[in-house]
């Protein structure tokens, strides 16, 4: 169970252009309710900035970042490659993904999730002994853990609206590391609708999608609120806030949350 203090770890909007001044604008803004940052790697399947060279801007601008990585859109090799320069700009927190299907083009089926942390191991045990050793974290939905993911370090869960569902999960699992619960930030009636005909496992209640038809901002209030329960619950070390645009409104809430 959770011991420590409780995380919030935001998800940024990568840059899809050579440009990180939106995403050094996000981190500005959220740094004052953000344990760490998490950087997106070729989100939805649209090319974005190494996250890996995102996640040292948000270093040299004092924050802890952790890099995505998926197993989609690269070989062995490439993964070795990005461990290399890793840790060469002293990155060492990591979350592995599997990654969604490209919309065009076919997927590399090199690696899994299970054989990145297996990789990752290896190279960080290969390391200088004075090295940080790897953090490592690995996403899960509402169901049972595979053994192997004993392996990660941290775990994230998926997005879900139900406080229910979260502890009723929580309670069948026994994970020895922190565990992040998912909370995203509906920012629109379209948007909650396409989420739920895209991945009906995170499709959003009706009741809500009506809320924020009649007002703009209300999916900024369920986020908030549902993270306030995770954090009364202690079930939880924390959450994987995913604020998409709404970032500026969702830390202003919370900087004036106790």
Not at 162 to 191: C, K, N, T
Request: hydrophobic residues 45%; proline residues 7%; aromatic residues 6%.
């Amino acid at each position: 169970m959770p011991t420590g203090s409780f995380e919030i770890i935001c998800e940024v909007e990568p840059a899809t252009r050579p440009d990180v001044m939106h995403v050094r604008h996000q981190i500005g803004v959220m740094s004052g309710i953000a344990s760490a940052f998490l950087i997106p790697d070729n989100h939805i399947g649209r090319a974005t900035v190494s996250s890996i060279a995102v996640a040292h801007e948000v270093a040299l601008m004092g924050g802890r970042a952790i890099a995505c990585l998926n197993a989609r859109d690269r070989n062995v090799l490439g993964f070795r490659r990005d461990l290399l320069t890793a840790a060469a700009y002293g990155v060492d927190e990591f979350l592995f993904v599997y990654g969604d299907r490209p919309e065009t083009g076919a997927r590399s089926d090199d690696l899994t999730v299970k054989s990145m942390i297996a990789e990752a191991r290896r190279f960080s045990e290969g390391r200088d002994p004075s090295s940080r050793p790897f953090r490592l974290g690995v996403a899960s939905g509402l169901r049972p853990l595979p053994s192997w993911k004993f392996d990660a370090d941290f775990l994230l869960t998926q997005v879900t609206f139900s406080i229910e569902a979260l502890l009723a999960w929580r309670a069948s699992v026994d994970f020895p590391g922190p565990i992040y619960a998912g909370v995203l930030v509906i920012a629109s009636a379209p948007m909650a609708r396409k989420l739920s005909n895209d991945i009906p496992q995170l499709a959003v209640p009706e009741p809500i999608i009506a809320l924020i038809e009649s007002d703009r901002n209300a999916g900024v209030e369920i986020a908030c609120d549902l993270i306030n329960e995770i954090r009364e619950s202690g079930a939880f070390d924390g959450v994987h806030l995913i604020p998409v645009s709404r970032y500026r409104q969702v830390a202003a809430r919370l900087e004036t949350r106790p």
